[in-house]
């Protein structure tokens, strides 16, 4: 924590610590070259030898730099000194809208959309400069005492034009961030609006609409789960706001708002038709449906309903970071500029509020009241030197006949003893003698306190004229040996100590984990080194830990898109990723992971894992009638193998065809299975035998019937002899 007093950047005075985040700190300071009152934020001792979140803190400044908006804070300038890294930027007092909603449990319509409208606006300026904010989240929402509403700490955001991808260390917070995000995905304008959905929602409701054990649940839940209308909640929901919010908030970013300007525009028209049906949601379904309004109807009622002045540039207040913590009374911000109950009224004319602001007011004419005005500067003036006289008749200033005179007819009175007197009893002490008090100088003293009067010129008891004035030494209290603070980064923590208690320091030992700087190194101290302290001032010495080991999710039976979210959202990153047929998952989802549930490694490691293919069985097909080479490529395609491939014999099948197979059609296997069969010969071919002629010297007559006695039916021909 920097002490009161010290000047950065040899301009801007620290005043006090007015707030504290999770990397910098925030303090009221003095622009003495402007002569104005700043806030600077300071970069926490943890993180000044950090690379990353150095150059972390340096994107918020040069994001934050480039947009001078009144719904945005402004950046004054950023610089270095004595090794500490701090941002100017406006100073305002005010609460986080987190805080506001806490302390009303929820928000009316009207002061929702008041708010919204605001937000939103300071959003499309980032957008506009094509800026992406990436953590648009209540914290970062600041509400003035005079009401307007601020976007800051743009800590994460990033350039479209840059990259559009994000990683995990730079994920907003979980409970606001868009499905795209959780994911590891493209990040664009879409899902700023997503989490300013969210915002609108715990602003109606009191409440985010996903919770969880960890952040790997609500990033889940963001990524699987619809967000429930706000109205099963609020039931009197304005229909227009419901259809707002849900539309901010769909999964498909093309089912959003494709940008802040369609936003507000539904916004403002919100606030004159609470209940018409011009929110286009494809799909979606809310309450009962009203006409929609033309344009030319809107624009009437929104020339009737809406004053300029109400969004005038000029009407917008001072902001700066949401680290910024204040106390604030209940009656700073003003309920009537959101929350009316009259939020259904078009007929106001805003025209009676500017005439009750320049013509007549409660009936009085405004000449007369100028008079009254002069007439009582003339009696505050009267009162004044009337004031003046009695005071300077109490000190002896106007009497001319003193009580007590010296020879030469002079008065005189004796001077009391003042020593050990602070300064206003010692000038109450004098008034009453008629005698003046002048602080000459200011010294150390080890005798008198601060403040205390050390030395008086002239002597107690000493008689002097009356008026005189008394010079008097007043003490500074005892003198304060100052030291700078070593520079101990890097070296062990015994001799780091030993160095930071020979320069009179006493040495306050933390430990913490840290990515850069071995472990039992030291990280940094605080005050930082450098820094002028006084002797005996307790540093605080950081030693590392080495790098954060963080416990592994569990990531078996969720998708592979999860999985990596879930890994992610504790700072690990998936690794190696195979693939297996599983009769147990389906396909896509995770069957193992390569370290186990519960088990702790190293910030940045990677987890390998395994994803299903689905199911290793497969059904056999029927390769009846296939030729060889179909049969084999339809085993193929099912990921089964040709087995034997034998002659079946004759068939009425033509020759080459599978006639029969070794696993029965239908029948379910695993993948990589043998499956023989059995082609065709064809069909059987038989012969035609031709008949013998008959050699027995006949006319041709082959039935025998002249053949006496022979009765053969033998085929061979029948033999005989002539004699």
Do not use: W
């Not at 005079?146 to 479209?160: L, Y």
Request: hydrophobic content about 30%.
């Amino acid at each position: 924590m920097l002490k009161e007093g010290i000047f950065l950047g040899k301009r801007y005075e620290i005043l006090e610590r007015i707030g504290s985040g999770g990397m910098a700190d925030v303090y009221k300071g003095k622009d003495h070259k402007l002569n104005r009152f700043v806030a600077v934020k300071v970069l926490k001792s943890d993180y000044r030898s950090d690379e990353v979140f150095i150059q972390k803190f340096l994107s918020e400044a040069q994001a934050a730099a480039g947009l001078m908006h009144p719904n945005v804070v402004n950046v004054y300038d950023v610089g270095q000194d004595r090794g500490l890294y701090y941002m100017v930027m406006e100073l305002v007092e005010g609460i986080s809208l987190k805080d506001y909603i806490e302390k009303k449990g929820q928000l009316s319509a009207k002061e929702t959309i008041s708010i919204s409208i605001q937000m939103v606006t300071g959003i499309q300026a980032a957008h506009n400069q094509h800026i992406i904010h990436r953590d648009i989240k209540p914290q970062n929402i600041i509400i003035s005492k005079d009401g307007k509403v601020k976007v800051t700490d743009f800590g994460i955001a990033r350039a479209t034009t840059s990259t559009n991808t994000i990683s995990t260390n730079v994920m907003g917070s979980v409970h606001y961030t868009s499905p795209e995000q959780a994911r590891g995905g493209i990040v664009d304008e879409k899902s700023d609006i997503y989490s300013a959905g969210i915002t609108m929602y715990e602003m109606i409701t009191g409440h985010v609409p996903f919770d969880g054990d960890s952040t790997v649940a609500v990033a889940i839940k963001h990524l699987r789960e619809e967000i429930k209308s706000p109205s099963e909640e609020v039931p009197d929901i304005p229909y227009s706001l419901e259809c707002i919010i849900m539309k901010c908030t769909q999964k498909n970013t093309t089912m959003r708002y494709q940008n802040c300007q369609e936003l507000i525009n539904d916004l403002k028209r919100s606030l004159v038709d609470p209940n018409g049906n011009f929110v286009n949601i494809p799909g979606y379904v809310g309450g009962d449906a009203t006409v929609v309004m033309s344009e030319d109807e809107l624009r009437r009622v929104q020339d009737q309903s809406y004053d300029q002045d109400d969004y005038d540039d000029d009407d917008y207040g001072d902001d700066y970071d949401n680290d910024y913590d204040d106390d604030y009374d209940d009656d700073d911000y003003d309920q009537s500029d959101y929350d009316d109950d009259d939020y259904d009224d078009r007929a106001y004319d805003s025209r009676q509020r500017r005439d009750g602001k320049n013509g007549r007011k409660n009936g009085v004419d405004p000449n007369t009241r100028k008079i009254m005005k002069i007439l009582l500067v003339v009696a505050i003036a009267v009162f004044a030197i009337g004031t003046i006289f009695v005071i300077g008749q109490a000190a002896g200033m106007f009497k001319s006949n003193p009580k007590v005179t010296d020879e030469k007819g002079k008065a005189q009175v004796t001077v009391p003893d003042i020593l050990g007197m602070t300064v206003e009893e010692a000038t109450e002490t004098l008034n009453k003698k008629g005698l003046g008090l002048s602080i000459a100088e200011r010294a150390y003293s080890d005798k008198y306190e601060k403040g205390e009067i050390m030395e008086q010129k002239t002597a107690a008891n000493k008689k002097v004229d009356k008026n005189t004035e008394i010079q008097v030494v007043v003490s500074n209290g005892e003198e304060i040996l100052t030291v700078a603070v070593p520079d101990v980064s890097g070296q062990s923590e015994s001799a780091a100590q030993k160095t930071l208690e020979d320069a009179n320091l006493v040495v306050d030992s933390e430990s913490k984990y840290d990515d850069h700087i071995e472990a039992g190194k030291v990280i940094s101290t605080d005050p930082a080194a450098g820094m002028e302290v006084e002797e005996g001032t307790h540093v605080k010495m950081y030693v590392s830990m080495g790098v954060e080991k963080v416990e592994v999710p569990q990531i078996t039976g969720i998708t592979s898109e999860e999985a990596q979210a879930a890994l992610a959202a504790v700072g690990l990153i998936g690794g190696s990723v195979t693939e297996e047929y599983s009769e147990e998952y389906d396909t896509g989802y995770v069957i193992s992971q390569g370290k186990s549930a519960g088990s702790k490694l190293e910030k940045g490691s990677a987890v390998d894992y395994v994803v299903s293919k689905g199911s290793s069985k497969v059904e056999v097909p029927d390769l009846y009638g296939m030729t060889m080479a179909e049969a084999q490529q339809a085993l193929s395609d099912l990921g089964l193998v040709s087995g034997a491939v034998t002659s079946g014999g004759h068939s009425d099948l033509p020759e080459g065809q599978v006639m029969s197979q070794t696993i029965a059609p239908g029948s379910h296997v695993d993948r990589g299975t043998a499956i023989d069969f059995q082609t065709s010969d064809g069909p059987e071919v038989v012969p035609i035998v031709p008949s013998t002629p008959d050699n027995g010297g006949s006319s041709g007559n082959n039935n025998g019937s002249n053949n006496s006695g022979s009765g053969s039916t033998d085929d061979k021909p029948s033999s005989r002899k002539t004699e």
